[in-house]
């Protein structure tokens, strides 16, 4: 078998690829045999019609097209072994020679993976941002257990909405004084200083009483999803119906003590404030981790191929769908809703895709200039996590993956994890 290649415009190769003809006559007795199998021809049963039955039912040109795809796709494998191409994409094929008793020749135009020229990956100076528990974090936790566990009670007789208030509300909307749909509500819940209504509609409503009634001017946002309305002046008379505050309960080593999972107050903001430090030192760990993943992919050189991002922006939107789902929705409403096309949503990921595509480049120079390889006992921990991650068992995610034919997608990860890994232990404090 011979190959040639040639380098064309927007990072694309072309491969010339010569097969003998005896490879052809091989295809061709495979392709009859499987042919036989899977056509119905009267008189013959399936497998045992000769070629010349099949040729004048089916046509010379079909035998021929199944023994070039079963020649082709070898012949193709192994000249990508050959040329050392790892292809991005599908392969565009084109016969130049195919015809009985004469070597077959085809084209295959495919966009490899680029080449990448690592930068410093070894040993970066980042700083990690110091830990610092305020007073008033500590504050805020404790003020939010007590918030959980206050109780609701019905403002004075007399009492005025004010800020924080839970109220119920009658309202009906009208744009032009016609009303429109969604916009009218009974006893609608609704707490004053929560922004859930557009413009300064809530504001509108703090002084007035129970069973006082009130007309509220407001202005549709531009960018609001309901295109009839955005932009537009409208009018709700609103009525209230109840008002409601919260009684917070007082905070004493009692409460504390029944209440919670604490001992007592001291207790509590202790236990409060090594929570809060925990996370905190999380998040400054993943932020200096993605600062120094940063920092060694800007550093490399490399050309990215367009397909890349585009094939990445896909696997995105993809995984955007299947969360939808799992929500209860689905891509169509969700675009709707957002009141964007497919078009401005994959605009929308194709700065984070190729941010995501440079970086899996780098990780793969990575691994390739360290030797890193990806053993079974990191193929079994992968899984081991992935089950601990979705509740499930090691054995069931084993399954999955052989199921969606996945296993290459988690080698890759793993991979990916570990020349992480690698770079970032070799990092130093700034």
């Known amino acids: ?73 070898k012949a193709f494998d ?38 990448v020229t690592l930068g410093e990956y070894k040993g970066l100076k980042v700083a990690k941002d110091a830990v610092e528990v305020k007073d008033e974090q500590v504050e805020e936790q404790v003020k939010n257990i007590l918030n959980h566990h206050a109780k609701m009670v019905d403002a004075e007789e007399g009492a005025t909405v004010a800020n924080d208030d839970f109220i119920t509300l009658d309202f009906k909307g009208e744009v032009d004084g016609v009303a429109f749909a969604g916009g009218e509500g009974k006893d609608y819940p609704l707490q004053i200083g929560s922004h859930s ?36 002046a409208a009018v709700f008379h609103c009525k209230i119906n109840s008002i409601k505050h919260k009684e917070m309960p007082e905070l004493t080593d009692e409460f504390v003590k029944a209440s919670t999972s604490y001992e007592s107050i001291e207790d509590m903001k202790a236990k409060l404030r090594e929570n809060i430090e925990k996370n905190a030192q999380r998040e400054a760990d993943t932020k200096r981790r993605n600062e120094i993943l940063k920092q060694s992919t800007d550093n490399i050189t490399v050309d990215i191929p367009e397909v ?69 006992a990191d193929i079994n921990a992968e899984i081991a996590l992935l089950a601990a991650t979705y509740g499930t068992t090691p054995q069931e995610v084993s399954k999955i993956i052989k199921k969606n034919h996945s296993i290459g997608n988690l080698v890759a990860t793993v991979l990916h994890k570990k020349a992480a890994n690698f770079i970032i232990d070799s990092a130093v404090e700034a």
């Open 78 to 115: 192994e000249a990508l072994k050959q040329e050392n191409l790892d292809p991005v994409d599908r392969p565009q094929v084109d016969i130049v020679t195919l015809e009985e008793g004469k070597d077959v020749v085809f084209k295959a135009t495919i966009t490899p993976v680029p080449e």
């Open 1 to 73: 078998m011979n190959v040639t290649t040639e380098k064309i415009e927007n990072h694309k190769v072309v491969l010339t690829i010569e097969v003998p003809a005896e490879e052809l006559d091989k295809g061709i007795k495979a392709a009859c045999k499987s042919l036989a199998n899977r056509v119905n021809i009267p008189g013959f049963r399936k497998g045992k019609a000769p070629r010349r039955i099949l040729e004048m039912n089916i046509g010379k040109e079909a035998i021929l097209d199944e023994a070039f795809d079963r020649v082709a796709q």
């Open 308 to 376: 890349m991002v585009e094939n990445r922006v896909s696997n995105m939107i993809q995984e955007l769908s299947v969360n939808l789902e799992n929500q209860g929705m689905n891509l169509d409403a969700y675009l709707k809703y957002a009141n964007m096309d497919m078009a401005k949503l994959r605009e929308q990921y194709k700065e984070s895709a190729a941010i995501a595509v440079k970086t899996d480049l780098m990780l793969d120079a990575v691994a390739k200039a360290e030797d890193i390889k990806v053993e079974n």
């Open 197 to 232: 209504f557009i413009d300064t509609f809530e504001d509108q409503l703090v002084g007035l009483k129970v069973g006082e009634e009130k007309d509220v001017n407001v202005t549709f946002p531009e960018e609001y999803h309901a295109k009839d309305l955005a932009g537009k």
